[in-house]
């Protein structure tokens, strides 16, 4: 007998253990499929969790992980909404603040009066749950939007409204719909004038510890008091800390503390700031991943089948082209946004993982305390959460590209060094319509490049006025090309976390041994060792120009190696799909027909090639 409870618990523990391992494992696969083929990833997180779940059934996470369900979410929910806030530097909104305020404040009030509405007369909610669901459905949140951002490449001013309204919004409106829930008990003799206060009692006292703790832990950084090892794990405990202490004054006031926890520390300009913003957005991908697949894998058949209501079609209808347009014009009236931008911010607003957690919540308060309607929160819930992920997913970067209000599609260039190789490496790039922003410390180093029409930047890629005032957004690719090896070095350190090792490239170490620094500092080594910045700056100046090859099946990669290796460097190739790829040290790869590849020639052997084309042209006979 104690033999057969023992193999039973561990084949509960096997299997639950083995549904972790699938959760997260399904999760990054759904972010590498969303990444590889150019989809929404909470799109495909969302499907995959469905299919896992409901569809074939091969796990329910709510029913394995039991109790601790729910709280993993909660907890799970309170790092991600940190991490978002922690970006929220005041700086960034410096030309564009009214709109924000408009919109989290003015825009959140009339979609929950509107949405209210929507529930009461389209979805058949009685007028007090629909008071109180009115208000839950103004979050959007960054779990949902930063993912789209990341997606779409929105141009700066449109990103930045959508992520602070999405962070801001999130927490105020999960307390605009436990407001709500206690003026309805309230009105209808429940609660007392007691509790109604202490709501706004705890609510602000929520917010100070979060505000309060962010403050002291940001000192605490900034003097040494906590070593670098210790920075990351103990601001995580932080963030759990404060989340766990406000939940217990007051339920769902937790996310409160944490965003203003976030914003002070992202105002407190911090040393280790970018540090802290590495780590918590890996963990953050991590959870998101995690959440989503957990959320729609632990839903019921009964659950999705009770969408397919002509109601909540409905009201979801009136959510995604009333509600939101509505709110987003009438609030942004007076504040100069064009109507291209004012109609991208009236179409995008997905609901998510906070609108899923906490209607559970409601629908067992509101049906505990007499409310029979409240059992359909659920449904419509979930019905609108899928209707704007499938639709704000799968529009958001067509939209965008349609209003002219996204960077561009190509992967352009920022070229650090202002040199007349790299104006010239520039010109070469940019002739293929991609974008190049070439930045220096010196205005005469740009000279050159500002001659070609190419677009520059005056000031230090690694300062926090570049950081907040020059958009990098449209440039996934970076070639660092100074005269200062171990300034190269620190810019590729620099901008690893954000646009991947494979896509930062540096010039050749002029003196010394690249074995010199750890390679988990330096990008790849462009063109050959022996072409340096200083020789390539000679060679233009010796004459030596760009020339563009276009490979066929006669002459092909290997003869163009053969013929033109003596006198001619290979920069970069362009292929038929119009992929752009640097030649680096010691690359060994084959180009098909079709691909450009783009070099820098002498001028003698620009004049052997027109002698050679001029030889092989036939003179006809004299008659």
């Not at 970067?397 to 209003?403: G, N, V």
């Not at 500002?450 to 958009?471: A, M, P």
């Not at 171990?486 to 646009?499: D, G, S, T």
């Not at 910045?533 to 092909?556: A, F, S, V």
Request: with cysteine; hydrophobic share 50%.
């Amino acid at each position: 007998m104690i033999f057969n409870l023992a193999e039973r618990d561990v084949t509960m523990l096997d299997n639950l253990l083995i549904q972790i391992v699938a959760i997260v494992g399904l999760g990054i696969l759904s972010q590498w499929v969303a990444w590889r083929f150019k989809l929404p990833a909470i799109v495909i997180m969302s499907l995959v969790g469905l299919l896992v779940g409901p569809l074939l059934g091969l796990f329910n996470p709510q029913k394995s992980f039991g109790e601790v369900f729910n709280p993993t979410i909660a907890l799970a929910v309170a790092v991600v909404l940190f991490e978002g806030s922690l970006g929220l530097d005041l700086r960034e909104i410096k030309g564009f603040r009214q709109s924000i305020f408009r919109i989290s404040t003015l825009g959140a009030f009339i979609a929950w009066i509107i949405g209210s509405l929507a529930a009461h007369f389209i979805a058949g909610l009685s007028i007090d749950v629909a008071f109180v669901m009115g208000g839950l459905f103004i979050v959007t949140g960054p779990t949902m939007i930063l993912p789209l951002l990341r997606q779409a490449k929105l141009k700066e001013r449109p990103a930045t409204i959508l992520k602070w309204e999405a962070i801001i919004v999130d927490p105020f409106g999960a307390l605009v719909a436990l407001f709500a829930l206690e003026m309805v008990l309230y009105m209808n003799g429940m609660i007392s004038e007691g509790s109604l206060l202490l709501f706004f009692v705890a609510s602000i006292f929520s917010a100070i510890i979060g505000a309060g703790v962010g403050f002291l832990l940001g000192r605490l950084l900034e003097h040494g008091f906590i070593p670098e090892f210790l920075k990351s794990p103990v601001v995580l405990v932080s963030v759990l800390l404060v989340f766990v202490l406000s939940e217990e004054i007051i339920h769902e006031t937790g996310i409160l503390a944490v965003t203003a926890m976030g914003i002070v520390m992202a105002n407190m300009h911090l040393t280790s700031l970018r540090e802290l913003l590495h780590f918590k957005e890996n963990v953050s991908v991590l959870l998101i991943s995690t959440l989503f697949i957990m959320l729609t894998s632990s839903l019921s058949i009964e659950t999705l089948l009770d969408i397919l209501n002509w109601r909540m079609l409905l009201f979801v209808l009136a959510m995604l082209f009333v509600v939101r347009p509505v709110s987003v014009w009438l609030s942004t009236i007076g504040v100069g946004l064009p109507k291209r931008e004012r109609l991208l911010l009236g179409w995008i607003a997905p609901r998510g993982i906070i609108a899923l957690t906490v209607s559970g919540f409601f629908a067992s308060v509101l049906t505990e305390s007499g409310f029979e309607d409240a059992d359909i929160i659920t449904a419509l819930t979930l019905a609108l959460v899928f209707a704007t992920v499938l639709a704000h997913g799968l529009s958001i970067s067509w939209l965008a590209k349609k209003l002219n209000l996204q960077c561009t599609d190509e992967m352009g260039v920022t070229i650090v060094g202002g040199s007349p190789f790299t104006a010239v490496l520039g010109e070469a790039i940019q002739s293929f319509q991609k974008p190049v922003l070439i930045i220096d410390r010196s205005w005469s180093a740009l000279s050159e490049a500002r001659q070609l029409g190419i677009k520059t930047e005056v000031g230090d890629i690694l300062s926090e006025y570049t950081e907040f005032h020059v958009d990098l957004t449209p440039y996934e690719i970076l070639v660092a090309a100074t005269e200062e090896d171990a300034y190269n070095a620190l810019i590729c350190q620099r901008f690893v976390p954000e646009l991947g090792r494979e896509h930062i490239f540096q010039t050749p170490i002029p003196t010394g041994d690249l074995s010199d620094y750890s390679q988990s500092i330096v990008g790849k080594t462009l063109f050959d060792e022996d072409y340096d910045i200083y020789t390539l700056n000679r060679l233009i100046n010796e004459g030596y120009m760009i020339r563009k090859t276009q490979l066929t099946e006669q002459y092909t990669f290997e003869r163009y190696l053969d013929g033109d290796g003596h006198k001619t460097i290979p920069l970069f190739a362009v292929d038929k799909d119009h992929h752009l790829i640097f030649f680096t040290k010691g690359i060994k790869r084959s180009f098909d027909v079709g691909t450009t590849i783009v070099s820098l020639t002498s001028p003698t052997r620009r004049m052997e090639k027109a002698m050679e084309k001029a030889n092989q042209t036939e003179i006809p006979p004299k008659d």
